[in-house]
């Protein structure tokens, strides 16, 4: 099994552009959240989805926007990508939330110039 | 609110020392309590879990105990490895159906 699976594994984007990170799960999981983890922060959760179609907002959601169209698939898009955006990030999927196993992709770390 | 608090990193050490990476908890109710592992490069994995009070977690010749009463969950190795650097993160969660909250993690360093 691939487990997650994240591309690209390194962007430069200049202020303004936009893109969409890609996160994949061949477990069947349910659960799928996007974090950002930076110095000394820690992880934050951007968003998160329980389903398919159904997806809410976490602990840092401002210039990010999601979609579950899939159990599989959970892009995230930066819309207009600013130099505070500039983090690594690590989408993850479970079972459920709770005491379930978070299985996390291997990161995207992303410059923004 | 509820919160994971641990120490200040990094760690440094020499290898077969004995490791403690200290944990404590704010929480409302009675969460689950985790360790996770990120190595370089990689993403998180979960090294072990405790849900509930004086349940010990224990894998890769880690383990941590929940202590209820003094809300901690302190992560205890008896001789490390270089293969144990790492970031560690210690996160909990109140119920089934919660978010799992993270600490800010501790960087750990072996030397040979």
Redesign the interface.
Known sequence: NAG?TQTPKFQVLKTGQSMTLQCAQDMNHEYMSWYRQDP????R?IH?SVGAGITDQ?EVPNGYNVSRSTTEDFPLRLLSAAPSQTSVY?C?SSL????H???????TRLTVT | GNSVTQMEGPVTLSEEAFLTINCTYTATGYP?LFW?VQYP??????LL?A?KADDKGSNKGFEATYRKETTSFHLEKGSVQVSDSAVY?CAL????????I????TRLHILP
């Not at chain 1, 000394?40 to 992880?43: C, S």
């Not at chain 2, 969660?93 to 799992?100: Q, S, Y």
């Not at chain 2, 993270?102 to 993690?105: A, T």
């Open positions: 997650v000394g922060m820690g992880l959760l998160y976490g690590f993850a459920g939330q709770g005491i196993e978070q299985y996390f992709g291997p990161g | 689950s996770y490069g990689e993403g998180l994995q979960l879990k849900t993160f969660t109140l119920n089934r159906d919660d978010k799992i993270f600490g800010k993690g």
